[in-house]
């Protein structure tokens, strides 16, 4: 069992967490997650907490993929990744209709497909590999990263209904789950569990990132 909040807190600046951050982890709590709604894109608060912490666990919770790139979600994870090698995680989702659409004017098109696309794009690019594949809208060709992660960034998949999860079993190191009591999270992680090891992996290695409003974070490894 993994113990992490959510950041940056409300009412507090991003620039006025480093002493929170330094007391988490002396306390013990093994995560710091971010959101991205209307406020600080997920991204920027992991590289700030990178400089901040020692052994802290650093996820999004969760980055859109329809507002970004394949190959810019690439770079931001190999950045990232050299702040603070071994303690990046890729939390990615399709966020909603408002963000995507009315917010941004994207067409929210075909979810499962798109996040299937862009874990297996993410999965080739991280690498440092030359990368051809379509991912959506975007036909990317011959892509490589100049500076590949030297190891493995895990990429988590956010759900909140069974197909992503199931999903996200298959192809993600994980799974992020939202607005839920801490007691359907055995049920939510049955479901991923399951499909991990229909797609012949082993399910005790799947990390389940639960976010409930209760605690204001996330619990993983359920």
Same mark, same amino acid.
């Given at each position: 069992m993994r113990w992490g909040m959510t950041y940056p807190l409300e009412g507090i600046p991003l620039s006025a967490h480093r002493e929170i951050l330094e007391e988490a982890e002396r306390l013990g709590y093994t995560d710091a997650w971010t959101a991205?709604?209307?406020?600080?894109?997920?991204?920027?608060?992991? @590289? /700030?907490?990178?400089?901040?912490?020692?052994?802290? =666990?650093?996820?999004?919770?969760? !980055?859109?993929?329809?507002?970004?790139?394949?190959?810019?979600?690439?770079?931001? @994870? /190999?950045?990232?990744?050299?702040?603070?090698?071994? =303690?990046?995680?890729?939390?990615? !989702?399709?966020?909603?209709?408002?963000?995507?659409?009315?917010?941004n004017g994207v067409k929210l098109e075909k979810p499962l497909t798109r996040m299937r696309?862009?874990?297996?794009?993410?999965?080739?690019?991280?690498t440092g590999e030359k990368t051809v594949m379509t991912v959506g809208p975007y036909d990317v060709k011959s892509f490589r990263l100049g500076r590949a992660p030297k190891q493995p960034v895990p990429i988590f998949v956010a759900a909140l209904r069974e197909k992503m999860l199931e999903l996200g079993g298959a192809l993600g190191d994980g799974v992020i789950t939202n607005y839920i009591s801490p007691e359907d999270g055995p049920k939510i992680?049955?479901?991923?569990?399951?499909?991990?090891?229909?797609?012949?992996?082993?399910?005790?290695?799947?990390?389940?990132?639960?976010?409930?409003?209760?605690?204001?974070?996330?619990t993983s490894r359920i």
């Open positions: 991205e709604v209307n406020a600080n894109d997920a991204f920027t608060p992991m @590289a /700030a907490m990178a400089c901040w912490t020692t052994n802290t =666990r650093l996820g999004s919770a969760i !980055g859109n993929i329809y507002t970004r790139t394949p190959t810019l979600l690439a770079q931001t @994870a /190999a950045g990232l990744a050299d702040l603070a090698p071994g =303690r990046i995680v890729m939390g990615l !989702g399709t966020s909603s209709p408002a963000i995507v659409e009315v917010w696309q862009t874990v297996e794009f993410l999965r080739q690019a991280l992680a049955g479901v991923a569990k399951e499909a991990a090891r229909k797609a012949g992996r082993d399910p005790d290695a799947l990390d389940v990132a639960t976010r409930t409003n209760i605690l204001s974070g996330v």
